[in-house]
Every structure is written in structure tokens, then in C-alpha cells.
């Protein structure tokens, strides 16, 4: 018989499952990307959260400033 902690288990493990193959997705697209559309898309995922910061020293560089 099925009770509802069992059913909670297996929603969470399918959302996990779930999760790791949207992973798995967006990874088989990354050799699509060229060097630019990377690096634009590194500075959009890291300005949610923290600025971003051009190096002269070395190319880029994304803050790890914590707020």
C-alpha cells in the first residue's frame, strides 16, 4: 500500500530526476556556444547576483564579493 510519505519520496525523487536531466540538457548544448556567447552568458548568470567586473590584468574576472 501506498501512504503519503512514500508518494512525498517519490515526487521528490522524480523532481530531482527531473532536475538532473535539464542539467544534463543544457550541458549537451554548451559546445554550441562560442567563446562570446559563454562569456556574455557567465556575466548574465553572475550580475543577478553579484557585479561584474572587467580585469585589465587578466581579460574577465566575476566578483565574488559576498553582500
Given at each position: 500500500m501506498w501512504n503519503s510519505q512514500?508518494?512525498?519520496?517519490?515526487?521528490?525523487?522524480l523532481a530531482h530526476v527531473l532536475a538532473i536531466v535539464q542539467d544534463?540538457?543544457?550541458?549537451?548544448?554548451l559546445p554550441l556556444l562560442t567563446n562570446l556567447d559563454l562569456i556574455q552568458e557567465i556575466q548574465t548568470i553572475s550580475t543577478a547576483?553579484?557585479?561584474f567586473i572587467p580585469s585589465p590584468t587578466n581579460g574577465l574576472s566575476l566578483s565574488t564579493e559576498l553582500f
Open positions: 512514500s508518494i512525498v519520496q517519490q515526487q521528490q525523487r544534463l540538457k543544457a550541458l549537451s548544448m547576483t553579484r557585479p
